[in-house]
């Protein structure tokens, strides 16, 4: 099996847009294995002539207590599942409560798979100083990214491709 890559988030950090660009809108294949997840979406990708696999994580309903049960599941199934966690967070909304919430459960199952903390929707200078917040979640190392303009995805990629 190729490796796999999760995005895992909360709901409108930019998880489906950073996974189109990387996966160039590659027809998403929904994996519908009962029981196990739902709305799991993966695509092949290639970076560096390294073949992988993209899983977006997402379509889970709002809820204001916290981490939804559905989202709960999902991010446990991609946590178990992946190779590689790109735990994305959204600068234009700042640190939220979720963010700390999904950084406590990634530093609590992880175990040893790299995680990622990829700030997204950095698109200005200023934004690229508030993005140094989210070191708060205790994932020191943040990465600056734009998804939706693809600043800073080559570089994020290059470093993914090579932990595989
Ligand atoms: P998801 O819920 O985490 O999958 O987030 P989406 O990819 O659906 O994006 C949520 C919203 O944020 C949409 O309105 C996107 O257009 C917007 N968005 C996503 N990435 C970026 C980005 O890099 N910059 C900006 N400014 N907006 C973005
Ligand atoms: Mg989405």
């Not at 798979?113 to 917040?133: D, G, H, M, T």
Request: glycine residues 8%; proline residues 3%; aromatic residues 8%.
């Amino acid at each position: 099996m190729k490796p796999l890559v999760a995005l895992v988030g909360r709901p409108n950090v930019g998880k489906s847009t950073l996974f189109n660009r990387i996966t160039r809108n590659r027809t998403a294949i929904v994996d519908s294995t009962p029981g196990v997840t739902r709305d799991r979406h993966i695509s092949e990708a290639e970076w560096l002539g390294r073949q992988f696999r993209v899983m977006d994580t997402g379509g889970y309903c709002h809820d204001r207590d916290g981490i939804s049960q559905a989202m709960l599941e999902q991010t446990m199934t991609a946590i178990a599942d992946a190779d590689v966690i790109l735990f994305l967070v959204d600068v234009r909304s700042g640190l939220t409560y979720l963010d700390l919430d999904m950084a406590k459960l990634l530093k609590k199952e992880y175990g040893d798979k790299p995680v990622y903390l990829v700030v997204n929707k950095v698109e200005s200078q200023q934004l690229q100083f508030e993005a140094e917040s989210f070191r708060k979640t205790g994932f020191t190392e943040p990465w600056f990214i734009s998804a939706r303009d693809g600043s800073g995805v080559a570089d994020l990629l290059d470093e993914v491709a090579e932990s595989f």
